[in-house]
Every structure is written in C-alpha cells, then in structure tokens.
Nanobody, 123 residues
Framework: QLVESGGGSVQAGGSLRLSCAAS????????MAWFRQVAGKEREFVAG????????YYADSAKGRFTISRDNAKSTMALQMGSLSPEDTATYYC??????????????????WGQGTQVTVSS
C-alpha cells in the first residue's frame, strides 16, 4: 500500500514537499516514481528513483526544480518541489514497480499506486 501526503495550495514560486509512505517489508525491492494527472489528461511521469536510490530520473518539466529521494529504512519516498508554477497544478501519485527495474515514464510499468494528493499552485 502506498499513501501520499504533503499536497496543498501554494503560490507561484513557492515550494512543497510530497511524501509517499509504503507498507510492507520489501520497499527496497521496488523502483519508485511520482506521476501527476490533470482532469481530462493522461497521467504523466514526473520523476523516478531506483530501488537503491543511486539513480534518479526526471521529466524535462521537473529537471532543476524537483528532487526525488527515498529512505529505504523508513519505507518512504519524497518529492521536493520548488519554483512551482500554475502548470504544476495536478493530482500527484506515487507508484512502485516490483523488481529492480528502471522506473520509467510508462504508466503500464507500475504495479502499485497511491490514492493521490492534490497540488494547487495559484498565480
């Protein structure tokens, strides 16, 4: 089970930190990622992190503004978001892919999803 938290409303230029807590004993066997979705649009990849945390991957829209991290000892993952703009407004989801695969941008790759947390950025 994946549970996101940390969403909310912020003004443009501000920051938010999203967290994803996982239950189960094998968190470090999963690649993890953040996706986001706006109503009526496809879910899009934001950032991914390997099972060990050694490798990270970002969508172009996130590079330089967002940082993904994980703490395997606590079974948590985070997304630190900065320089937010109204275009970042979406529901953000954490996702897990079983096995030590690269967490890529395809929604179909992932085995587990959280329920989502809303991020709203006002101008």
């Amino acid at each position: 089970q994946l549970v996101e938290s940390g969403g909310g409303s912020v003004q443009a230029g501000g920051s938010l930190r999203l967290s994803c807590a996982a239950s189960g004993p094998t968190f470090d066997s999963y690649g993890m990622a953040w996706f986001r979705q706006v109503a009526g649009k496809e879910r899009e990849f934001v950032a991914g992190i390997s099972w060990s945390g050694d490798s990270t991957y970002y969508a172009d829209s996130a590079k330089g503004r967002f940082t993904i991290s994980r703490d395997n000892a606590k079974s948590t993952m985070a997304l630190q978001m900065g320089s937010l703009s109204p275009e970042d407004t979406a529901t953000y989801y954490c996702a897990a892919v079983a096995g030590r695969f690269k967490p890529g941008p395809s929604v179909a790759q992932y085995d587990y999803w959280g329920q989502g947390t809303q991020v709203t950025v006002s101008s």
